[in-house]
């Protein structure tokens, strides 16, 4: 079964400084991979996909992940952090999977998310 | 709506009372997803409805939880007789279609459920 890991729990950078997200998955196939970003009382928000082709995706407000298929990872990048930028951040991988009754479903697997704070 | 709507935002029930969280999903968005946040976990996926197929509710945790989706468009998930274990942010998704767009979540606020 697919899973996803994200090591750090909580992150707190300075505003300006350089962020990097960690996120490690297992599945056994080419991944469809996803960011998104909960900001407080907020649903989730896409940040960035990929699907295949250039490993380094940009994605919304300034941010990019890069595909290393060699280290299964998927970090995501911001080169300097503004304050608006705390917040939850989720890695996702998404799998089709296909159940005779109900077609073929399209599921996203979820890591525990990295909790971003920035000082000011 | 232009997003997903998702009713009540906050709902507190006494252990052992049913419970229904309501979704709107996006207009003309075939696919629906219910995810279920709890404290220090990531999601975990409850249930999906695509068009008028059968559900597929292999990520519901117990036979107390339920769902329908009326004409396609909008969703109740209902908590049977609830437990403390089941306090957690419930999340609906929609999607327009399958495969590639079918990635195309847009996510509700979600609705935040306590039991006491």
């Known amino acids: 079964a697919q899973s996803v890991t994200q090591p750090d729990i909580h992150i707190t950078v300075s505003e300006g400084a350089s962020l990097e997200l960690r996120c490690n998955y297992s599945?056994?196939?080419?991944?469809?991979l996803f960011w998104y970003v909960q900001s407080p009382g907020q649903g989730l928000q896409l940040l960035l996909k990929y699907f295949s082709g250039d490993t380094l995706v940009q994605g919304i407000k300034g941010f990019e992940a890069e595909f290393k298929r060699s280290q299964s990872s998927f970090n995501l990048r911001k080169p300097s952090v503004h304050w608006s930028d705390a917040a939850e951040y989720f890695c996702a991988v998404g799998v089709s999977v296909f159940r005779l009754e109900a077609g073929t479903a399209s599921k996203l697997t979820f890591g525990t998310g990295t909790r971003l704070q920035v000082t000011l | 709506g232009a997003g997903v709507s998702q009713s009540p935002s906050n709902k507190v029930t006494e252990k052992g009372k049913d419970v229904e969280l309501r979704c709107d999903p996006i207009s003309g968005h075939t696919a629906l997803y219910w995810y279920r946040q709890s404290l220090g976990q990531g999601l975990e996926f409850l249930i999906y409805f695509q068009g008028n197929s059968a559900p597929d509710k292999s990520g519901l945790p117990s036979d107390r939880f339920s769902a329908e989706r009326t004409g396609g468009s909008v969703s109740t998930l209902t908590i049977q007789r609830t437990q403390q274990e089941d306090s957690a942010v419930y999340l609906c998704?929609?999607?327009?279609?399958?495969?590639?767009?079918?990635?195309?979540?847009?996510f509700g606020s979600g609705t935040r459920l306590t039991v006491v």
């Open positions: 599945y056994g196939a080419t991944p469809y």
């Open positions: 998704a929609s999607s327009p279609g399958r495969e590639y767009t079918n990635y195309g979540y847009t």
